[in-house]
């Protein structure tokens, strides 16, 4: 199979959510070179929280567009990414947990950074359950 | 095509870890790979991690899997050998 030139991703976030979910990211799949983290500190000021997302875009970018993925909608994080947003070049999707990364990190097929943005979207959403909704009617199979 | 039942054996189940060397497994094979519980008809696609987590494949559970392609003999022979094989974790 033909290398495939991946989509990159920056997530970004209030402290160090951003870093740690990477490299949780990276102990699933191994090694991420085309995501990267932003961490904007507490205090950190506006512009040098932009100067550190312009520089993690540049970093990931193989030619196919960089997707944001952000911590929390209206969060200073999700504001300052919000400012790169470029239809079909840098995508910003809020909300990030594990399963949008690791759905990010395998990339097996060359698709437009918008449907990956729905993709990772529509992942984020499916991925929450509640475990007891679960676990309870198998239980009453299981007692009946 | 071919189908075989396989019992998770390792201590964690199909959890992420292993979950991603299945995943990495299958994606060598041009072969299309399914995987269902016998128990229930939650299918999954063994080249996708979020897709086989949401099997919740505990330790015992017999899940049946279905491998159609050109190279299904080689695809299947080394899927049974890591499941098998707890994914290296026994």
């Known amino acids: 199979m033909a290398e495939i030139k991946k989509i990159g991703c920056v997530i970004v976030s209030h402290g160090q959510v951003a870093n740690e979910l990477l490299s949780a990211a990276e102990n699933v799949v191994g090694d991420l070179g ?39 909608f209206g969060g200073t994080p999700t504001n300052i990414s919000a400012m790169f947003y470029e239809q079909g070049e840098v995508e910003i999707v ?9 759905k990010v990190a ?8 918008t449907q990956m943005a ?10 929450i359950y509640q475990a007891g909704d679960l676990l309870i009617p198998k239980k009453m199979i299981k007692d009946a | 095509m071919l189908e075989s039942n396989l019992k998770i054996v390792n201590q964690l189940g ?7 060397q299945l995943v990495k497994l299958s994606s060598k ?3 299309s790979i399914k995987i269902q519980r016998t128990d229930s008809n939650i299918e999954a696609d063994a080249k996708s991690i979020l897709s086989i987590l949401t099997l919740a494949a505990s330790r015992g559970t017999i899940i049946n899997i279905t491998i159609n ?20 974790e026994l």
Not at chain 1, 106 to 113: G, K, S
Not at chain 1, 118 to 127: F, I, L, T
Request: hydrophobic content about 40%; proline content about 2%.
């Open chain 1, 34 to 72: 085309h995501i990267t983290a932003v961490s904007i500190g507490w205090h950190d000021e506006v512009e040098s929280a932009k100067e550190q997302i312009s520089r993690a875009i540049s970093q990931v970018s193989e030619g196919r567009g960089v997707l944001l993925l952000t911590d929390m």
């Open chain 1, 94 to 102: 809020t909300g990030v947990n594990l399963p949008m990364v690791i």
């Open chain 1, 106 to 113: 395998n990339q097996n097929t060359e698709i437009p950074l």
């Open chain 1, 118 to 127: 729905d993709e990772v979207e529509n992942q984020g959403k499916e991925a």
């Open chain 2, 14 to 20: 199909l959890h992420a870890r292993a979950a991603a």
């Open chain 2, 29 to 31: 094979f041009l072969s």
């Open chain 2, 69 to 88: 392609g050109s190279d299904e003999e080689q695809a299947l022979d080394e899927i049974e050998q890591l499941i098998n094989a707890g994914f290296g």
